[in-house]
């Protein structure tokens, strides 16, 4: 229905602030207060980048490392500071600690770019400590849970080499076979070829 022009009387802008003002303030107020909680966090979120990197770049001895891991928890920085740590255990034999280290990594790190990486590392830490069985278990689990990383077609390659050497040779050909037929044109692929050839020969 038309509005009668006679009877129409528009709100002034003055008569709409009266009105409404204290919701005005109040939705304005929140809407900045939003903004500046955003922008803090933002800027303390990149300064603690920063420092996590600078304290990284620097840490050399395990002490330090252990140092950037717990300092900067839930940075992807702490997780490259908890594969070095691993790395440096497993070199010096202590393979107790960097299993432990490396299933740390993996359950406080889900998101980490190089967490595939860190499973891998898991399963030839393992195997480097005799634990066969414990190893073909996380490079299968390696595998199946991160079937298009780079991490999956050495994780079957290392299994099969697993099963040959605790003489199962039976086992490692299908895992070869797999390892050709999904990543073909992988450099993995090649050498499961020459493993192959050669594992053919013996049977």
């Known amino acids: 229905m038309a509005t009668d022009p006679a009877t129409y009387d528009?709100?002034?802008?003055?008569d709409f602030w009266t009105l409404h003002k204290g919701?005005?303030?109040?939705?304005?107020?929140?809407?900045?207060?939003?903004?500046?909680t955003f922008t803090v966090y933002t800027y303390q979120k990149e300064a603690k980048i920063i420092r996590a990197k600078a304290a990284y770049s620097l840490?050399?001895?395990?002490?330090?490392?252990d140092e950037v891991i717990r300092e900067y928890m839930g940075t992807v920085v702490s997780g490259d500071a908890a594969l070095?740590?691993?790395?440096?255990?497993?070199?010096?034999?202590?393979?107790?600690?960097?299993?432990?280290?490396l299933r740390d990594f993996i359950a406080k790190n889900p998101e980490h770019?190089?967490?595939?990486?860190?499973?891998?590392s898991l399963g030839t830490t393992l195997e480097l400590a005799g634990r066969n069985e414990e190893a073909l278990d996380v490079y299968q689990q390696t595998n199946s849970?991160?079937?298009?990383?780079?991490?999956?077609?050495?994780?079957?390659l290392y299994q099969a080499r697993l099963r040959q050497r605790m003489g199962q040779p039976e086992a490692a050909?299908?895992?070869?076979?797999?390892?050709?037929?999904?990543?073909?044109?992988s450099l993995y692929a090649?050498?499961?070829?020459?493993?192959?050839r050669y594992l053919n020969q013996q049977l």
């Not at 528009?10 to 003055?14: A, D, S, Y």
């Not at 849970?145 to 994780?155: E, L, R, V």
């Not at 090649?190 to 192959?196: I, Q």
């Open 10 to 14: 528009p709100l002034e802008p003055v």
């Open 23 to 36: 919701k005005i303030i109040l939705y304005s107020s929140l809407a900045i207060l939003g903004a500046l």
């Open 59 to 65: 840490a050399t001895t395990p002490q330090q490392l």
């Open 84 to 101: 070095q740590l691993a790395d440096q255990q497993r070199q010096e034999g202590k393979f107790d600690e960097a299993i432990a280290t």
């Open 113 to 120: 770019p190089l967490l595939s990486g860190g499973w891998l």
């Open 145 to 156: 849970k991160f079937p298009d990383s780079y991490a999956a077609p050495i994780s079957l």
């Open 173 to 185: 050909k299908p895992l070869y076979e797999s390892l050709i037929a999904r990543y073909p044109k």
């Open 190 to 196: 090649r050498e499961a070829m020459r493993e192959l």
